[in-house]
């Protein structure tokens, strides 16, 4: 089975990969090469994630072939569009493939909704009995305590909105962490199926959004903090 890849080079300084029809299913590593000798692997626990889920799966994870179907090298850009010299503070401009031109389908819709409900659901099972004194612990090096990364999420995904200009006012955030990642959540799967086979790109902050671009950004963003928070559990019981 043919698996068309994107590859994102200097993503926080290492390289991501996205298979490009699967929308979630993406693994990272130091350098290129490492990163799609572990796709291979990322497709089967993808493969068997949504079987987990689906009466009829529609991941084949037989005789896998990758192939490259774009690479994409992240830069630093600063509040006049100029390029940041390596090593310099700017913002990031991330991946942005020709596959993301593309409208997305009724069936691509449909499918993506379901991923978003299943990464959803797994999510919440993490996090949800949580008690408060995990919720904040802050392993060191991190950047955010477990509260800061469920608020993370939400916000993000209310930043995807934004960027193609279909969010909710900033100001109608809630202040609960859990309520947030809710409205966001609710938000997107409310405005995804009005994204059927419409072109819509925009420009903004130095990147082009799409409907596509929001769902592959919104489903890896969730499944990756996932891992993320899963990991420091293991540190605070080790502790």
Same mark, same amino acid.
């Given at each position: 089975?043919?698996? !068309?890849?994107?590859?994102?080079?200097?993503?926080?300084? +290492?390289?991501?990969?996205?298979?490009?029809?699967?929308?979630?299913?993406?693994?990272?590593?130091?350098?290129?090469?490492?990163?799609?000798? +572990?796709?291979h692997e990322a497709i089967l626990q993808y493969a068997a994630w949504v079987a987990q889920h689906e009466r009829k799966p529609w991941v084949d994870s037989t005789n896998i072939r990758l192939?490259?179907?774009?690479?994409?090298?992240?830069y630093r850009i600063n509040e006049k569009y100029a390029l940041v010299p390596k090593g310099k503070s700017g913002y990031e401009v991330n991946a942005w493939f020709l596959d993301?031109?593309?409208?997305?389908?009724r069936q691509e819709i449909q499918r993506g909704y379901k991923l978003l409900n299943w990464s959803r659901q797994d999510f919440l099972e993490l996090i949800q009995d949580l008690p408060p004194h995990i919720l904040d612990f802050q392993s060191p090096g991190e950047r955010w305590s477990i509260r800061g990364i469920i608020r993370h999420v939400g916000i993000a995904e209310w930043?995807?909105?934004? !960027?193609?200009?279909?969010?909710?006012?900033?100001?109608?955030?809630?202040s609960d962490v859990f309520d947030i990642i809710r409205k966001s959540r609710e938000s997107l799967l409310t405005v995804l199926p009005g994204l059927e086979n419409k072109p819509l790109v925009i420009g903004m902050d130095g990147e082009f959004w799409s409907p596509r671009k929001l769902l592959r950004r919104a489903i890896w963003h969730e499944r990756d903090h996932t891992n993320h928070i899963n990991t420091l559990l293991k540190e605070v019981q080790l502790r």
């Amino acid at each position: 089975m043919k698996y !068309r890849i994107g590859v994102e080079n200097g993503f926080e300084g +290492k390289t991501l990969i996205w298979v490009l029809d699967h929308p979630g299913c993406f693994t990272t590593a130091e350098d290129a090469d490492s990163a799609i000798e +572990k796709t291979h692997e990322a497709i089967l626990q993808y493969a068997a994630w949504v079987a987990q889920h689906e009466r009829k799966p529609w991941v084949d994870s037989t005789n896998i072939r990758l192939v490259i179907e774009e690479t994409w090298q992240t830069y630093r850009i600063n509040e006049k569009y100029a390029l940041v010299p390596k090593g310099k503070s700017g913002y990031e401009v991330n991946a942005w493939f020709l596959d993301d031109w593309k409208p997305l389908t009724r069936q691509e819709i449909q499918r993506g909704y379901k991923l978003l409900n299943w990464s959803r659901q797994d999510f919440l099972e993490l996090i949800q009995d949580l008690p408060p004194h995990i919720l904040d612990f802050q392993s060191p090096g991190e950047r955010w305590s477990i509260r800061g990364i469920i608020r993370h999420v939400g916000i993000a995904e209310w930043w995807y909105l934004d !960027r193609l200009n279909l969010a909710f006012p900033y100001e109608s955030l809630p202040s609960d962490v859990f309520d947030i990642i809710r409205k966001s959540r609710e938000s997107l799967l409310t405005v995804l199926p009005g994204l059927e086979n419409k072109p819509l790109v925009i420009g903004m902050d130095g990147e082009f959004w799409s409907p596509r671009k929001l769902l592959r950004r919104a489903i890896w963003h969730e499944r990756d903090h996932t891992n993320h928070i899963n990991t420091l559990l293991k540190e605070v019981q080790l502790r």
